[in-house]
């Protein structure tokens, strides 16, 4: 209202105004000083009264203060008056126990204070409450961040969760078994153990195996048939071997191996259970399993070489010794006639789709791409994308530069996709890499590497890398310019002066090719394992070529086939899954969406949904991911067809507890005390008769609201009164200047 009054009296003034110089044009001087005595009034009165105004309310325009529209604040409240319009789309429910279960595989308590100091004011914080067991394994270092709390004064309060004093237990941590295996080659299974404890602890170590058909996991149920603990996980399966072993309390691992030979052709699954004393503390993981394979024919591979290198001379040998593998060779550069350790001697490509896809890998050293014809790699295409064949490239100084350099010819194009990497197309780079080093240097592992099982030249990992480790390393590698955005690259070219846009030369790399894989070696000098040991060598090539071709060898049907980054996984880790389907006439599958099921260790299944993978050029081809949360043996199930043609594609997954984990069950007094002593908290353990309310009663008392100060919009500001006032004053000012000037102008005082 009293921006109007300001406004009306403005407008009148304004007209007043005009008046005045009307009359005075006229000739009437002595009546424009009374009417510019009322204008200066109103002009003054009506500047004022709106400049006071808008300075209250300077979030609202001047309309808005003159009611000429409505507020924002009225056409929100408007807007949530009007209902909601109603959707098509199905109102989607989160599973709560998915979102915050603890799927992490790391504790990383640095991290998290870092975080939350960084988030948050620390003037405001009354304090961190930490819900820990105090055993921090990645991430950040715990001191440097209570530092960081101590500097920002802000105190840590540590809820100690867990016991103190190490349980008695047994658990199965790990089962190593191979995923397949021949008929009458023997084979081993290794269980890891751990025990924790006042003391070691003996028990008796089961194997039991059983057709996967037979076998059936699942918890066993207590007293009350709630499926919990009275005993450890069922297994329906044989006993067919066990061992006494002890073993010690201090977290320590302990390995327990078995022999066994494969009694029967087809899908079948091992456990190792641990009969464990009767203070034991969890029961359920007394057991883990495994599925594994008994596959009856030999593995096809064709052998391709643009020459008899070193590499490929080794590998021939190897390959043709294997009693589960028959080698097919074709030596570019040899003459008709030649002879060569293998089960048959080509003189070309495969002519014809059914001969080449009889082949469960093809293995090309430094090949001669130019013999090949655009038919041949036609059916190559195939043969990876549809048929799941395995394809390892190892690339060499005499052929691999002369393809790269052809211009005009359209199979480069069809060439390049095989491939892992992006090779340079112009300019130096074309000669980039090296051949005939002076030096040799070491492959510079990834962390992706450590989930090869194919790079694991020994049964450990650990042990495994350390012969990398040693091993002397490759002295050349042809130019790389970058990997592929879908390839796993596994290790570089370790010489640091051979960077091109601060990344190493990729050395070993991957990728899917349809349902296919492709692997690619950026030399061909893996012979020089040799001068560690022989098996080291024997070893890479043999995992590496069933790595590739697994895809072939464990498909459950010709429509299709389910593939995983890693069948090896740790909980917490996102396993990504790649199915290729085809329908019943064998053409690329074309819906929406392909439904999945995910067992579980414990018999859980849950849903999975794949989809059509965005930007793929292969119709047919769907992905997915889900996360492993426990340990165990998971199986992924994709069905196609109806009731009376029914087939299931099937890939595992093993997955095991993070090792540092295990190794120290138990609570961190001594560090959670030292957070509350460095920030000024108190340090709170949750004994057998600790209570939820207890602690909450503890933390309410002792975290205190911190001072703080909050300026609201539209509340009154001093400074801004001031400057107001000043504002205002010079606005009066002028106004009876001017009104002065205007009288003396006019000759009326």
Known sequence: LFALIGAVAIAIGGLLSLASLLVGAAGRSEAVGWLLAPTAVLLVFGIISLGSVYCLHVESSLAEILGLQPTTAEVV???EQEPPETTSEPIRVTNW???IAASGSQSRIGDAIRSVLADHDPATLAGIVLLSDGQSNGGSD?????????????AVFPVGLGSSDAPVNIRVVDLDAPRRVYPGDNFSVTGVLQASGPSAIEVEVQLLDALDADANTSKAPDDAGNGETAGPPRFSGDVIDSKKVQVASDGKLTGVRFELEPESVGRRRLAIRVIAPPEDQNRQDDLRD???????????????????????RFVRNLLHRDQSIELDVWLQSGQKGISQD???VLEGFPSAAEKLFEYDAIVLFDPDWTAFSADALDMLDRWLAQQAGGMVIVAGPVYHPRWTRIRTDPRVGRISGF????FPTRGPLLAGGRQGGDNPWPIDFTAESRRAEFLWLTDDPQTSFEVWESFGGVFDYVGIKSPKPAAKVYGYFSDPTTEIGDSLPVYLASQFYGAGRVYFQASGEM????GESDAYFDSYYTKLIRWVSEGRLLRDSNRGVVLVDSRRAMVGDTITVRAVLTDEQFEPLDVPEVPAKLLAPMGRIDEIRLLPLKGEPRAGTYGGRFIVREAGSYELRVTLGDALDEQVLRQTVQ???PLVELERPRRNDAELEQFAAMTGGQFLPVEQDTTTASISAQLLGMLRPQPQTTILPGTPDQDFNERRNVILMWLIATALTMEWVTRRLQRLA
């Open 342 to 344: 293998a089960n048959r």
């Open 97 to 99: 126990e998915d979102a």
């Open 77 to 79: 409240d408007e807007a």
């Open 655 to 657: 997955v095991g507890l």
């Open 419 to 422: 491939y892992p990497v992006n």
């Open 142 to 154: 715990s001191t440097v961040a209570m530092t960081s709390a101590r500097r920002s004064e802000v």
């Open 527 to 530: 012979w020089r394992l040799r």
């Open 290 to 312: 495994a599925r594994y394979e008994v596959v009856a024919r030999k593995l096809r591979v064709m052998a391709v070489a643009g020459g008899p290198t070193r590499e490929y």
